[in-house]
């Protein structure tokens, strides 16, 4: 969030700009007659000044110094904000006035020492109550400088929170490949699952087997090879200890 002095320190700052110094802020410099052109065509109404508007946009340009494309819109933003919030005061003014004339035009029967007891301003609090009864056109007057006054202070903000926030810059992802078809299987990475031979049982099988055939091949009256420890043959069934 922006501090009192970091604001105070823009605008000083802002104040001291020589212009655009990047490659895009000279761009955007360089295009500022056509956009100054497409503002006027797109945001002035007849008998409005395009030389007062010209002057307020430069103004802006000159305070804020907008480097980028996007501080560039921004800025209009703010500049079309104002001149359309400026626009509604003038015609709330012409408003109150022409229901004053009205006004004027309804009571001219009446003797002029009555018209003069009326001053200009109970005259304009009189024109201001009927059109809030009468019309919804000062309604509408304070919704649109609401949002006017609103679009130019976030756009005020965003300028801001862009210019404060570091630069910072993304590193290239590396693609993944894709699997090809006739990729192997990938096997799991877990050494856990892997399953490997019991070398103390297969050396087991293959001397009891040797053994046996050694037992085979001997003449007759030859003792048999002596058998393993009852508790260590599974296949012997052991008594009972009580």
Do not use: C
């Not at 005061?89 to 109150?96: C, D, S, V």
């Not at 050396?203 to 260590?232: A, F, R, V, Y």
């Amino acid at each position: 969030m922006s501090t009192p002095l970091k604001r105070l320190t823009n605008r000083l700052n802002s104040k001291k700009s020589t212009g655009a110094r990047t490659s895009a802020g000279r761009r955007t410099v360089s295009r500022n007659a056509t956009r100054h052109g497409m503002l006027t065509n797109s945001v002035l109404l007849p008998g409005e000044s395009e030389e007062r508007f010209s002057q307020m946009s430069a103004n802006f340009d000159n305070e804020l110094a907008p480097q980028s494309e996007t501080e560039q819109a921004l800025v209009d933003m703010m500049t079309t904000a104002r001149w359309r919030q400026m626009r509604l005061w003038g015609i709330e003014r012409a408003a109150i006035n022409q229901e004053m004339l009205d006004q004027l035009a309804k009571t001219s029967l009446l003797d002029a020492a009555s018209q003069s007891s009326v001053d200009l301003p109970t005259r304009a609090a009189l024109a201001f109550r009927s059109l809030a009864d009468n019309s919804r056109s000062l309604d509408l007057i304070n919704r649109y400088e609401t949002a006017n006054s609103r679009l130019f202070f976030r756009a005020m903000q965003r300028l801001t929170a862009l210019r404060e926030a570091p630069e910072t810059e993304l590193e290239p992802e590396t693609p993944t490949p894709a699997p090809s078809e006739n990729a192997a299987p990938a096997t799991p990475e877990n050494k856990d699952f892997e399953t490997k031979p019991n070398a103390d049982f297969s050396q087991s099988n293959q001397n009891d087997k040797l053994l046996k055939n050694q037992w085979k091949s001997d003449p007759p009256g030859t003792p048999e090879p002596p058998q393993p420890p009852s508790h260590l043959n599974p296949s012997t069934p052991k008594g009972d200890p009580y």
